[in-house]
């Protein structure tokens, strides 16, 4: 799986919109963007995934850049709850059930 | 929907020892994969079975295994205990087919005395 780059921290005022990076320069034409998030003494949750088009579900939106090189997860109204580390992932189509691979990801911090 | 359930949700036990996790999937998930996560190396791939075979297999030594049954539950099984195996042990459960989204259990926390 290629490699992302994603800040090591952010903090975000509750209730205030979210931007969270992730550079991933060496994508290929058909690689997934994924996200997941960790919240304290829980496991991973999926997040959102997306290929070429903006994304939104129930949780976030996923903005990915023209190129590609880079996307955008979009919390439009954090909450105390959405306190957590980030992963993005890229991950190869037709990868089936290929694990994950994680990096560091992005702790986010929600003040109240 | 019932998520995926891991016993115990913690562990303690002591160098040398052999211990065995388990894991409930998702009703209807076929896959099932495990991850050592700890607090100097993140999250790292153990590995996942499908259908009772392992189809993929992590960086780990052989004293790591695991299993999968007829009815897609997943035990894995750690011998010879060492004092670096003290971590969380996450299984996740996916439907089969492409780019399936990963369901996460809360993890079994495993301490090594």
């Known amino acids: 799986d290629a490699k992302t780059t994603q800040p090591n921290s952010m903090e975000s005022n509750e209730e205030e919109p979210v931007h969270l990076p992730c550079n991933h320069s060496?994508?290929?034409?058909?690689?997934?963007i994924h996200w997941y998030r960790q919240l304290p003494s829980q496991g991973p949750e999926y997040v959102i995934h997306?290929?070429?088009s903006n994304v939104n579900n129930r949780m976030a939106s996923l903005a990915i850049a023209e190129d590609r090189k880079s996307s955008t997860l979009i919390l439009h109204r954090a909450t105390l709850r959405d306190a957590a580390v980030y992963y993005c992932i890229l991950r190869a189509p037709f990868s089936g059930n290929t694990p994950l691979v994680f990096g560091k990801g992005t702790r986010l911090s929600v003040i109240a | 929907k019932a998520g995926v359930t891991q016993t115990p949700r913690y562990l303690i036990k002591t160098r040398g020892q052999q211990v065995t996790l388990s894991c409930s999937p998702i009703?209807?998930?076929?896959?099932v994969s495990w991850y050592q996560q700890t607090p100097g190396q993140g999250l790292q791939f153990l590995f996942e079975y499908f259908s009772e075979t392992q189809r993929n297999k992590g960086n780990f030594p052989g004293r790591f295994s695991g299993r999968q049954f007829s009815n897609s539950r997943s035990e894995m099984n750690v011998s010879t205990l060492e004092l670096g195996d003290s971590a969380l042990y996450l299984c996740?459960?996916?439907?089969?087919?492409?780019?399936?989204?990963?369901?996460f259990g809360d993890g079994t926390r495993l301490s090594i005395l």
């Open positions: 060496t994508i290929s034409g058909t690689d997934y």
């Open positions: 997306g290929l070429t």
């Open positions: 009703s209807g998930h076929r896959s």
């Open positions: 996740a459960s996916s439907l089969a087919g492409r780019d399936q989204p990963q369901h």
